[in-house]
């Protein structure tokens, strides 16, 4: 069974730093692509990150390119995702989520998702 567990959201500053941590189990990161996913109440969840061994490089929303870092630990089957130079926009509910292949934004490439962590920026 996979299972997806996201973590480490929480309230920092504006221009502070968060780590959020996505647990996985279930599924091997060499046949996989694992994606953040954003939501803000109101709005669609939208991709902001990806990661995928057969994918080439990792993707990024232009809203985050160089502000967050995705990264993985195939030793702890975890994908995390540095934010750093938070904004208040980037407030919302993070999600993780996971599927054979290679990355996508697309909320229907993704059959895995984790429970959402909350993610408040204060300005």
């Known amino acids: 069974e996979v299972q997806l567990q996201a973590s480490g959201g929480g309230l920092v500053q504006a221009g502070g730093s968060l780590r959020l941590s996505c647990a996985t189990s279930g599924f091997s990161f060499d046949d996989a692509a694992i994606a953040w996913f954003r939501q803000v109440p109101g709005n669609e969840r939208e991709g902001i990150s990806c990661?995928?061994?057969?994918?080439?490089?990792?993707w990024y929303e232009d809203s985050v390119k160089g502000r967050f870092t995705i990264s993985s630990d195939d030793g702890k089957n975890t994908v995390y995702l540095q934010m750093d130079e938070l904004k208040s926009e980037d407030t919302g509910v993070y999600y993780c989520a996971a599927d054979l292949g290679r990355c996508s934004f697309l909320k229907s490439a993704y059959r895995a998702w984790g429970k959402g962590t909350l993610v408040t920026v204060s300005s």
């Open positions: 990661i995928s061994k057969s994918g080439g490089v990792p």
